[in-house]
Each structure stands twice: as structure tokens, then as C-alpha cells.
């Protein structure tokens, strides 16, 4: 779900408050602009904890299609592709953008993973990559509740049971402790033994 102007307007003040208004003017201009740049510093004038919301706003509002979104997440910051891959749900219909989050997915940056295992990827990534999605939020401790659309996709997988019998065999032969969602998520397929 898109963010709103007017749900970010309470936690604002005024200079952000202006500032979102002039990027949001300018995302929503002809062409390419400088809210691109207002895209890159969100989180300067809006706050850390509104840059996420104030991101995907501007991407909605400047109606960026899949080269706009690629574009920037190739260019951005960790912030800045979570952002991009949060409103990937609204901006990209279809499977094009998979490979930004087949990207994320190789990251080692716990919040990027956690936005690429969103709405989108539960929609659109093959049974394959979404098993080895939900085992890199176990293994990296990413809580498997950012897992969209679980319990769908994991219902009645006996491979992504397999996997998951595996890989908690593999951690207490090691003698390591075994991820608590791992044991959510066998559950969901029905198929624990």
C-alpha cells in the first residue's frame, strides 16, 4: 500500500513538511527532475523513520515505471533500494523487476532482505527462489513475519519442508541454536514430522 501525504503530515514539521511538498511538486512535473536528488535525501529533511514512506511516495507520485526504479536502485543506497523495493507491489505489475529482488536477496543487509521478501516476491518469484528466500531470513535473522504471503506459499511445499529439516538438522549438528520461525514455517507446510 502507497504511503499518503496525509498520513505523513502528523509526524512532520514544518520544514519537512515544506520540503515533501516541493518533492512532490516536482515528482509529479513532465520528465526526469530533481526529485530524484529529493528521492536521495529524504531522510536529511523527513527523518529516518519517515524516509521509507516519503521514498515510495515520491515514486508514486512521479509514476516511476521499471527503468526509473532500476535506475535508482542500482545507484542508491541500502535505504534508498528498500525503498524502491517497497513500492515495487504498486509501480511494477508484473515479474520485470524480479532481478532487483534477486539482488537484494544476495545482500547481507538485514532490512534490504526484509523489504525483497515483500508482497512483490511473494507474487512473482518462482517456487525455487522464494524456498531460498525464506531460508536467507533464517539464517541471517531476518523474523520470517516480513515473509509475505507465508502461510500461501508454504502450504503443502514438501520441498521447502525438506529444506527446512535440512537445514535444522545441519544447525544442531553444529550446535547451534535453531531459528524459532523455522518451526513456524514447517508448521505452515503441513508436513512436519
Not at 137 to 163: K, Q, W, Y
Amino acid at each position: 500500500m502507497t504511503p499518503t501525504r496525509a498520513a505523513l503530515v502528523p509526524r512532520l514539521d514544518g520544514a519537512g513538511l515544506a520540503w515533501l511538498d516541493a518533492a512532490l511538486t516536482e515528482a509529479a512535473a513532465p520528465g526526469e527532475g530533481a526529485w530524484e536528488l529529493r528521492f536521495a535525501a529524504a531522510g536529511r529533511y523527513c527523518g529516518q523513520d519517515n524516509a521509507d514512506d516519503v521514498r515510495v511516495l515520491l515514486l508514486d507520485r512521479a509514476g516511476a515505471d521499471l527503468a526509473t526504479l532500476t535506475r535508482l536502485y542500482r545507484q542508491g543506497s541500502g535505504a534508498e533500494r528498500r525503498a524502491v523495493l517497497l513500492a515495487l507491489p504498486a509501480r511494477v505489475p508484473g515479474p520485470g523487476a524480479v532481478p532487483l529482488i534477486e539482488d537484494a536477496l544476495r545482500a547481507n543487509d538485514t532490512r534490504l532482505v526484509a523489504a525483497a521478501v515483500g508482497p512483490y516476491a511473494a507474487d512473482h518469484l518462482d517456487p525455487h527462489a522464494w524456498r531460498h528466500a525464506v531460508l536467507k531470513c533464517l539464517f541471517t535473522g531476518v523474523p520470517v513475519e516480513h515473509v509475505a504471503a507465508l502461510a500461501r506459499r508454504a502450504a503443502g511445499d514438501s520441498e521447502l519442508a525438506r529444506m527446512l529439516a535440512d537445514f535444522a538438522a545441519e544447525r544442531s549438528a553444529a550446535g547451534r541454536t535453531v531459528p524459532a520461525g523455522l518451526h513456524r514455517v514447517l508448521a505452515l507446510t503441513g508436513l512436519e514430522s
